[in-house]
């Protein structure tokens, strides 16, 4: 058994982060620009090669951490890529994880550090390998678990309008919603609570900011089956 070990073929295993933020207009998405080869110049999601002692959730994890300096965010793994030839240098096969951060939240200046920058959806650049359609799969994945759950609360700061949630529901998915039946839906929902103050630079006259009752989100987060009637 042990020569069977001895025998098998050694293959690299990476880990590659799809990490969306909400700037209040846009979904977008975090990149690094390569300063090595191979696609030297190019943009690429934020990645690592999974470390020995570690398994993969920490893994991506620690690949966030490096990027942002946040801890404690929304991750959840999407799918592994394993193509033959989907390195040109070594056989590798990389395992994508998704991520929802308060944009405000991460540490800007560690992302430039990294050559990372914020795009949006409709202006993001051709990435290389196979991380186009790893994009791709996970945009569809937050669209789908959106709608079941209420997700979209990790994307917003601690307060926030009722318009503000409405705003990133549609950058989400890409066409308006209806006000009303929006603001009722999600009231209904019984997971937010009213500050009591207003948000001044709102141009619908000082609108409510509500925070997300935390206890409720997360003893109640998978009791939602239709969070949002799309």
């Known amino acids: ?10 293959i690299n295993l990476a880990i590659d982060c799809c990490i969306f933020g909400f700037d209040g207009e846009n979904l977008k998405l975090l990149l690094i620009k390569r300063n090595f080869e191979p696609e030297l110049g190019r943009w690429s999601l934020m990645g690592g090669f999974l470390k020995r002692d570690e398994d ?3 893994g991506a994890k620690r690949i966030l951490n490096e990027l942002t300096g946040l801890d404690n965010v929304y991750l959840e793994q999407l799918q592994s890529y394993g193509k033959v030839n989907r390195d040109p240098v070594e056989r590798t096969v990389s395992v994508c994880f998704y991520a929802l951060i308060n944009i405000n939240n991460h ?6 550090s990294k050559n990372g920058s914020w795009f949006s959806l409709e202006n993001k650049p051709d990435l290389i390998f196979d991380h186009n359609e790893m994009v791709e799969k996970a945009i569809a994945e937050v669209r789908y678990k959106a709608a079941l759950h209420p997700i979209g609360f990790e994307l917003l700061p601690d307060k926030f309008t009722i318009p503000q949630l409405q705003r990133l529901y549609e950058a989400i998915y890409g066409y308006q919603l209806d006000r009303r039946n929006f603001s009722r839906k999600i009231l209904s929902t019984k997971l937010l609570i009213d500050t009591g103050e207003k948000d001044n630079n709102s141009t619908t006259k000082k609108a409510s900011l509500f925070r997300l009752d935390i206890e409720k989100y997360t003893s109640q987060f998978n009791a939602f089956h239709y969070f949002m009637n799309l």
């Open 1 to 10: 058994m042990l020569n069977q070990y001895l025998q098998a073929d050694k």
């Open 56 to 58: 993969l959730e920490n």
């Open 107 to 112: 540490d800007s200046e560690l992302a430039k």
